[in-house]
């Protein structure tokens, strides 16, 4: 739609003794029409590309057909509508200009990458070797940016930065999985305290056997082996020792509470962003004397559909609320300390195949107590390099 509306199109109709012959006639010059709409009384309306408006009106007498123009819409249009005002003209030149000389800057600046390393933090590295939003971007040597980059800041193995019209786009990969991709060498020791129940060993050697008690730290698997001409070598140990871990989870839920209630009370701040700059819209109507959560959105801003202009839209609503006193009955508290609880084992045992829990809780005056003691098998290897220096 951003190309029709940059070369011209109309609003067409023609009455309803004229409809189908007109389309017939379209259709056999190949001219590309769209939103064909029928009327109440039978006219058609549709719409034509200004180019094919003008090769249509050469045929209209040749077939004895009539067309009525609705209405222009496009840019053509609007410059023909203005050809008079020279102020606006100027203006539209100077903004052309202005536009093709920021594609000789960074927009934005995208981590497409997954990876451990914060955003924020990549991006405030990349900032001081010289790339950030508004950069000059024949200033900057891209190879020579990636090189210093992985020299300067060891937490990765490498980085790419691809410009791509004026947003940079950022892979990169720590140096986590670079260590595990070139076979550092490295022990397993155990993640969790438990009684060993099967052995699987695919690289290094074993220093625990089935039946065996563990602590957590303890050494399972080790990275130095004994080679047959007797001499030591380093390698990466590999195994999976199943486990069976007892772990104990507790939470404490005080009957009385405090809670945010929402007032309904809504207030909106919004701002143009260029670059790093931010020009506020309207006032802030905050009370600074209320208590506000809010959510901030930011919309870019495109130019016919297609061009990313670095104008971004930022909104940020406030929602008022107040704290008001609240009180569990144990009902609730017992159910909030099964959910806090049950997260936590979430967090720590991911892959565990439950077996048993034993719940044991305790009602006091003020608070309530929930202890789960559980039972889980579980894969307890957990790597940790080999220091070679």
Known sequence: MSVKWLFGYRKLKCDKGFGIRMLNL??????????????EKGEYEFFLLEKDYKNLLSLLDKYDLKVYSV???GLPF???AHKNRWGLL?????????????????WDIRVVSETDIPHNEILANLKALGCYEGSFVPAI????LCIDYVNNYKDCSWISVNLRGTVAYVEIQDKRIFDEENQTPRNLVASHSGIVEKVSVYSGKSHVEDG????KGDLLVSGIVDSKLERTRLCRADAEVCAVVTQSFSEEVEYAAKKQVYTGNICEKSSLRFFNFKIPLNTDQRDS????TSLTENNGVLLFDCIELP????????YEYTVEDFTYTQKEAQALAQRRIRKRFEKEFPDAELISVYAQDAFYNNKYVLTYNVKCRLDITMPKEIKTQ
């Open 90 to 106: 100027v203006g539209s030149g100077i903004f052309v200009v202005i536009l093709l000389l920021s594609s000789l800057f960074v």
């Open 311 to 318: 104008l971004s839209v930022e909104k940020e609503v406030f």
């Open 78 to 80: 609007i410059c023909k």
């Open 212 to 215: 065996s008690v563990v602590k």
């Open 289 to 292: 004397a209320r208590q506000y």
């Open 141 to 144: 040597d891209f190879e020579d």
């Open 71 to 73: 209405k222009g819409r």
């Open 26 to 39: 379209m259709m056999r010059y190949n001219f590309e029409y769209w939103g064909l709409k029928r009327g």
